[in-house]
Protein backbone atom coordinates (compact mmCIF):
# COMPACT_ATOMS: atom_id res chain seq x y z
CA UNK A 1 0.00 0.00 0.00
CA UNK A 2 2.28 3.19 -1.25
CA UNK A 3 -0.53 5.40 0.49
CA UNK A 4 -0.02 3.73 4.05
CA UNK A 5 0.71 6.72 6.12
CA UNK A 6 -1.31 5.72 9.57
CA UNK A 7 -2.54 2.21 10.97
CA UNK A 8 -4.86 1.80 13.31
CA UNK A 9 -4.60 -1.12 16.35
CA UNK A 10 -7.04 -2.78 18.65
CA UNK A 11 -7.50 -5.81 21.28
CA UNK A 12 -11.02 -7.36 20.66
CA UNK A 13 -12.98 -10.27 22.77
CA UNK A 14 -11.30 -12.36 25.73
CA UNK A 15 -7.90 -10.87 26.53
CA UNK A 16 -5.09 -13.31 25.82
CA UNK A 17 -1.30 -13.65 27.34
CA UNK A 18 0.57 -12.05 24.80
CA UNK A 19 -1.67 -9.93 23.55
CA UNK A 20 0.44 -6.66 24.59
CA UNK A 21 3.23 -8.59 23.25
CA UNK A 22 1.29 -8.56 19.43
CA UNK A 23 0.57 -4.82 20.22
CA UNK A 24 4.03 -3.70 20.62
CA UNK A 25 5.55 -5.29 17.65
CA UNK A 26 2.84 -3.81 15.47
CA UNK A 27 3.45 -0.13 16.65
CA UNK A 28 7.28 -0.47 17.00
CA UNK A 29 7.37 -2.01 12.95
CA UNK A 30 4.91 0.07 12.01
CA UNK A 31 6.71 3.09 13.36
CA UNK A 32 10.14 1.25 11.72
CA UNK A 33 8.57 1.46 8.39
CA UNK A 34 7.45 5.17 8.45
CA UNK A 35 4.18 4.65 9.30
CA UNK A 36 2.12 6.49 11.93
CA UNK A 37 0.29 4.27 15.13
CA UNK A 38 -2.67 5.43 16.45
CA UNK A 39 -4.03 2.60 19.52
CA UNK A 40 -8.20 2.39 19.20
CA UNK A 41 -8.78 1.67 23.07
CA UNK A 42 -11.41 -1.32 24.11
CA UNK A 43 -11.75 -2.60 20.86
CA UNK A 44 -15.02 -1.51 18.88
CA UNK A 45 -16.57 -0.22 20.89
CA UNK A 46 -13.80 2.51 21.43
CA UNK A 47 -13.82 2.21 17.51
CA UNK A 48 -17.07 3.98 17.81
CA UNK A 49 -16.76 6.60 20.98
CA UNK A 50 -13.72 7.46 19.95
CA UNK A 51 -11.22 6.94 21.93
CA UNK A 52 -8.22 6.22 19.91
CA UNK A 53 -4.73 7.97 20.19
CA UNK A 54 -1.28 8.24 18.49
CA UNK A 55 0.85 5.55 20.29
CA UNK A 56 5.11 6.17 20.29
CA UNK A 57 7.78 3.39 20.47
CA UNK A 58 7.44 4.60 24.45
CA UNK A 59 3.63 3.85 24.60
CA UNK A 60 4.80 -0.17 24.59
CA UNK A 61 8.20 -0.04 26.42
CA UNK A 62 8.31 -2.95 29.34
CA UNK A 63 4.77 -4.59 28.11
CA UNK A 64 6.44 -7.68 26.52
CA UNK A 65 6.02 -9.70 30.01
CA UNK A 66 2.42 -8.36 31.13
CA UNK A 67 -0.74 -10.14 30.91
CA UNK A 68 -4.17 -8.18 29.78
CA UNK A 69 -4.36 -5.87 27.08
CA UNK A 70 -2.90 -2.09 28.29
CA UNK A 71 -5.48 -0.81 25.57
CA UNK A 72 -8.30 -2.67 27.19
CA UNK A 73 -10.77 -4.88 25.52
CA UNK A 74 -15.09 -5.16 24.94
CA UNK A 75 -17.62 -6.63 23.76
CA UNK A 76 -19.62 -4.39 21.61
CA UNK A 77 -23.23 -5.05 20.48
CA UNK A 78 -23.72 -1.59 18.75
CA UNK A 79 -20.80 -2.42 15.98
CA UNK A 80 -23.11 -5.38 14.82
CA UNK A 81 -25.44 -3.03 13.87
CA UNK A 82 -24.90 -0.96 10.19
CA UNK A 83 -25.03 2.20 11.76
CA UNK A 84 -22.74 1.43 14.71
CA UNK A 85 -20.22 0.35 11.84
CA UNK A 86 -21.04 3.68 10.18
CA UNK A 87 -19.94 5.21 13.12
CA UNK A 88 -16.85 3.54 13.08
CA UNK A 89 -15.62 3.85 9.52
CA UNK A 90 -16.25 8.04 9.77
CA UNK A 91 -14.11 7.62 12.85
CA UNK A 92 -11.76 6.31 11.05
CA UNK A 93 -11.40 8.39 8.21
CA UNK A 94 -11.43 11.32 10.55
CA UNK A 95 -8.61 10.24 12.20
CA UNK A 96 -7.02 9.71 8.79
CA UNK A 97 -6.70 6.02 10.03
CA UNK A 98 -5.67 4.08 6.38
CA UNK A 99 -5.51 0.55 7.60
CA UNK A 100 -6.58 -1.48 10.58
CA UNK A 101 -4.74 -4.17 12.55
CA UNK A 102 -6.93 -5.97 15.08
CA UNK A 103 -5.88 -8.38 17.71
CA UNK A 104 -8.68 -10.95 18.79
CA UNK A 105 -10.49 -14.41 17.93
CA UNK A 106 -13.34 -15.44 16.03
CA UNK A 107 -15.87 -12.63 16.82
CA UNK A 108 -13.48 -10.08 16.80
CA UNK A 109 -12.95 -11.36 13.31
CA UNK A 110 -16.18 -12.20 12.31
CA UNK A 111 -16.71 -8.36 12.54
CA UNK A 112 -13.76 -7.63 11.04
CA UNK A 113 -14.91 -9.39 8.05
CA UNK A 114 -18.03 -7.78 7.43
CA UNK A 115 -16.59 -4.27 7.83
CA UNK A 116 -13.94 -4.71 5.58
CA UNK A 117 -16.46 -5.65 2.76
CA UNK A 118 -18.54 -2.63 3.74
CA UNK A 119 -16.32 -0.21 3.30
CA UNK A 120 -13.34 -1.82 1.58
CA UNK A 121 -11.32 -1.27 4.21
CA UNK A 122 -7.93 -2.74 4.53
CA UNK A 123 -7.77 -5.10 8.01
CA UNK A 124 -4.82 -7.85 9.23
CA UNK A 125 -6.00 -9.67 11.58
CA UNK A 126 -3.11 -11.13 14.57
CA UNK A 127 -4.75 -14.46 16.74
CA UNK A 128 -5.19 -14.03 19.78
CA UNK A 129 -7.51 -16.49 21.78
CA UNK A 130 -6.72 -18.81 24.31
CA UNK A 131 -8.89 -21.55 22.61
CA UNK A 132 -6.56 -22.32 19.54
CA UNK A 133 -9.65 -22.55 17.66
CA UNK A 134 -9.18 -20.42 14.53
CA UNK A 135 -8.46 -22.09 11.46
CA UNK A 136 -5.62 -21.82 9.46
CA UNK A 137 -2.91 -20.93 12.00
CA UNK A 138 -1.27 -24.41 14.12
CA UNK A 139 -1.53 -21.73 17.45
CA UNK A 140 -2.96 -18.82 18.70
CA UNK A 141 -1.24 -16.21 21.17
CA UNK A 142 -2.24 -17.15 24.13
CA UNK A 143 -2.62 -20.76 23.83
CA UNK A 144 0.36 -21.62 25.26
CA UNK A 145 0.64 -19.89 28.40
CA UNK A 146 -3.31 -20.77 29.31
CA UNK A 147 -2.03 -24.72 28.70
CA UNK A 148 0.91 -23.91 31.22
CA UNK A 149 -1.50 -22.55 33.78
CA UNK A 150 -3.64 -25.10 32.99
CA UNK A 151 -0.89 -27.91 34.21
CA UNK A 152 0.50 -25.89 36.59
CA UNK A 153 -3.13 -25.81 38.06
CA UNK A 154 -3.54 -30.15 37.82
CA UNK A 155 -0.27 -30.86 38.93
CA UNK A 156 -1.23 -28.95 42.52
CA UNK A 157 -4.77 -30.68 42.88
CA UNK A 158 -3.09 -33.84 41.95
CA UNK A 159 -1.43 -33.85 45.18
CA UNK A 160 -4.51 -33.59 47.18
CA UNK A 161 -5.92 -36.18 44.50
CA UNK A 162 -3.18 -38.38 45.63
CA UNK A 163 -3.57 -38.24 49.36
CA UNK A 164 -7.56 -38.53 49.77
CA UNK A 165 -7.67 -40.98 46.98
CA UNK A 166 -10.24 -39.03 45.19
CA UNK A 167 -11.49 -38.27 41.61
CA UNK A 168 -10.99 -34.88 40.13
CA UNK A 169 -13.41 -33.30 37.43
CA UNK A 170 -11.49 -30.08 36.38
CA UNK A 171 -12.58 -27.60 34.20
CA UNK A 172 -11.09 -25.79 31.77
CA UNK A 173 -12.04 -22.77 29.27
CA UNK A 174 -13.25 -23.77 25.51
CA UNK A 175 -16.54 -23.72 25.22
CA UNK A 176 -16.53 -24.87 21.61
CA UNK A 177 -13.24 -26.29 21.41
CA UNK A 178 -11.42 -28.96 23.40
CA UNK A 179 -7.70 -28.54 22.77
CA UNK A 180 -7.05 -26.67 26.07
CA UNK A 181 -8.72 -30.34 27.70
CA UNK A 182 -7.13 -32.62 25.69
CA UNK A 183 -3.77 -31.08 25.38
CA UNK A 184 -3.58 -30.00 29.22
CA UNK A 185 -4.85 -33.83 30.04
CA UNK A 186 -2.42 -35.43 27.92
CA UNK A 187 0.45 -33.26 30.05
CA UNK A 188 -1.05 -33.27 32.95
CA UNK A 189 -1.09 -36.95 32.77
CA UNK A 190 -4.77 -37.01 33.82
CA UNK A 191 -7.30 -39.78 33.02
CA UNK A 192 -8.97 -38.56 30.70
CA UNK A 193 -10.56 -35.56 28.81
CA UNK A 194 -14.25 -34.74 27.77
CA UNK A 195 -14.04 -32.38 24.48
CA UNK A 196 -16.86 -30.32 22.83
CA UNK A 197 -15.76 -32.26 19.85
CA UNK A 198 -17.44 -35.46 21.26
CA UNK A 199 -20.41 -35.23 22.71
CA UNK A 200 -20.98 -37.91 24.83
CA UNK A 201 -19.03 -36.60 27.85
CA UNK A 202 -20.70 -38.31 30.34
CA UNK A 203 -20.19 -42.15 28.45
CA UNK A 204 -16.52 -41.37 27.88
CA UNK A 205 -16.56 -41.25 31.38
CA UNK A 206 -18.34 -44.39 32.40
CA UNK A 207 -16.74 -46.65 29.84
CA UNK A 208 -13.35 -45.60 32.02
CA UNK A 209 -15.53 -46.50 34.83
CA UNK A 210 -16.59 -49.84 33.90
CA UNK A 211 -12.77 -50.74 32.91
CA UNK A 212 -11.95 -50.04 36.71
CA UNK A 213 -10.04 -47.03 35.84
CA UNK A 214 -8.77 -46.99 39.59
CA UNK A 215 -7.35 -50.35 40.05
CA UNK A 216 -4.13 -49.76 39.07
CA UNK A 217 -4.32 -45.93 40.82
CA UNK A 218 -5.16 -44.18 44.05
CA UNK A 219 -6.42 -40.74 42.16
CA UNK A 220 -7.68 -39.70 39.20
CA UNK A 221 -8.27 -36.70 37.37
CA UNK A 222 -10.39 -35.88 34.07
CA UNK A 223 -9.84 -32.38 32.30
CA UNK A 224 -13.47 -31.50 31.14
CA UNK A 225 -13.95 -28.12 28.89
CA UNK A 226 -16.95 -25.77 30.10
CA UNK A 227 -19.27 -26.82 27.21
CA UNK A 228 -22.68 -27.89 28.26
CA UNK A 229 -22.58 -27.26 32.06
CA UNK A 230 -19.21 -27.84 32.02
CA UNK A 231 -17.91 -30.30 34.95
CA UNK A 232 -20.56 -29.28 37.12
CA UNK A 233 -23.35 -31.15 35.00
CA UNK A 234 -20.92 -33.89 34.88
CA UNK A 235 -20.37 -34.57 38.43
CA UNK A 236 -24.20 -34.14 39.25
CA UNK A 237 -24.22 -37.17 36.81
CA UNK A 238 -21.74 -39.52 38.03
CA UNK A 239 -22.76 -38.50 41.62
CA UNK A 240 -26.32 -40.06 40.77
CA UNK A 241 -24.76 -43.29 39.01
CA UNK A 242 -21.83 -44.15 41.01
CA UNK A 243 -22.14 -42.79 44.86
CA UNK A 244 -19.47 -44.91 45.86
CA UNK A 245 -16.44 -41.91 44.35
CA UNK A 246 -15.07 -39.88 46.17
CA UNK A 247 -15.99 -36.93 43.46
CA UNK A 248 -14.76 -33.60 43.68
CA UNK A 249 -15.28 -30.32 41.07
CA UNK A 250 -12.83 -27.61 40.33
CA UNK A 251 -13.38 -24.77 37.54
CA UNK A 252 -9.71 -23.16 36.92
CA UNK A 253 -12.11 -20.11 35.46
CA UNK A 254 -10.29 -16.87 34.33
CA UNK A 255 -7.19 -17.42 35.59
CA UNK A 256 -6.47 -19.39 32.39
CA UNK A 257 -6.55 -16.16 31.08
CA UNK A 258 -4.37 -14.25 32.84
CA UNK A 259 -0.27 -13.95 33.80
CA UNK A 260 2.66 -13.40 32.32
CA UNK A 261 2.72 -14.89 28.70
CA UNK A 262 5.03 -17.86 28.01
CA UNK A 263 8.47 -17.37 25.92
CA UNK A 264 6.66 -18.99 23.33
CA UNK A 265 3.64 -16.36 23.02
CA UNK A 266 6.18 -13.91 23.42
CA UNK A 267 7.71 -14.85 20.25
CA UNK A 268 5.00 -15.88 18.59
CA UNK A 269 2.83 -12.67 19.37
CA UNK A 270 5.92 -10.78 18.23
CA UNK A 271 6.98 -12.79 14.73
CA UNK A 272 2.80 -11.93 14.48
CA UNK A 273 2.66 -8.71 14.78
CA UNK A 274 5.73 -8.05 12.38
CA UNK A 275 3.98 -10.13 9.80
CA UNK A 276 0.21 -7.60 9.90
CA UNK A 277 2.64 -5.06 8.93
CA UNK A 278 4.30 -6.68 5.96
CA UNK A 279 1.21 -7.91 5.04
CA UNK A 280 -0.20 -4.16 4.75
CA UNK A 281 3.21 -3.09 3.12
CA UNK A 282 2.33 -5.12 0.79
CA UNK A 283 -0.76 -4.21 0.11
CA UNK A 284 -3.28 -7.81 1.80
CA UNK A 285 -6.14 -6.84 3.27
CA UNK A 286 -8.90 -8.89 5.01
CA UNK A 287 -6.57 -12.06 6.13
CA UNK A 288 -5.70 -13.40 9.22
CA UNK A 289 -1.83 -13.83 10.25
CA UNK A 290 -0.96 -17.45 10.86
CA UNK A 291 1.85 -19.88 11.94
CA UNK A 292 1.82 -23.35 9.80
CA UNK A 293 5.14 -25.99 10.23
CA UNK A 294 6.60 -22.78 11.77
CA UNK A 295 6.30 -20.78 8.54
CA UNK A 296 4.38 -17.11 8.60
CA UNK A 297 1.47 -18.17 6.59
CA UNK A 298 -1.73 -15.28 5.52
CA UNK A 299 -5.70 -17.04 5.55
CA UNK A 300 -8.35 -14.95 3.88
CA UNK A 301 -10.87 -14.23 7.46
CA UNK A 302 -13.51 -16.53 5.48
CA UNK A 303 -11.42 -19.52 5.91
CA UNK A 304 -10.43 -18.99 9.96
CA UNK A 305 -13.91 -18.74 10.85
CA UNK A 306 -15.58 -20.88 8.74
CA UNK A 307 -15.54 -23.90 10.34
CA UNK A 308 -14.53 -26.05 13.26
CA UNK A 309 -11.08 -26.42 13.96
CA UNK A 310 -10.44 -29.78 13.70
CA UNK A 311 -8.61 -31.86 16.77
CA UNK A 312 -6.04 -34.43 15.93
CA UNK A 313 -7.95 -37.50 16.96
CA UNK A 314 -4.52 -39.82 17.48
CA UNK A 315 -4.65 -37.45 20.49
CA UNK A 316 -7.39 -39.11 21.80
CA UNK A 317 -6.28 -42.93 21.39
CA UNK A 318 -2.30 -41.46 22.78
CA UNK A 319 -4.12 -40.19 25.86
CA UNK A 320 -6.33 -43.03 26.44
CA UNK A 321 -2.69 -45.41 26.12
CA UNK A 322 -0.92 -43.24 28.56
CA UNK A 323 -3.49 -42.82 31.23
CA UNK A 324 -3.62 -47.09 32.12
Known sequence: MSQLKCIGVLTSGGDAPGMNAALRAVTRCAIYNGIEVKAIYRGYKGLISGEIIPFKTQNVSNIIQQGGTIIKTARCAEFATKEGRQI??????????????????????????????????????VPGTIDNDLNGTDSTIGYDTALNTIIDAVDKIRDTASSHERLFLIEVMGRDAGFLALNGAIASGAEAAVIPEIKTGVNQLEQLIQNGFRKSKNS????????????????????????????????LGHIQRGGSPSAYDRILATRFGAAAIEALLDGQRNVMVGIDNDEIVYVPFNKAIKSEKKLDSNLLSILAMASI
Request: charged fraction near 20%.
Open 88 to 125: AYDNLKKENIDALVVIGGNGTFTGARIFAQEYNFPIVG
Open 220 to 251: SIVLVSESEGGAMAIAEKLRKEHPEYNLHVTV
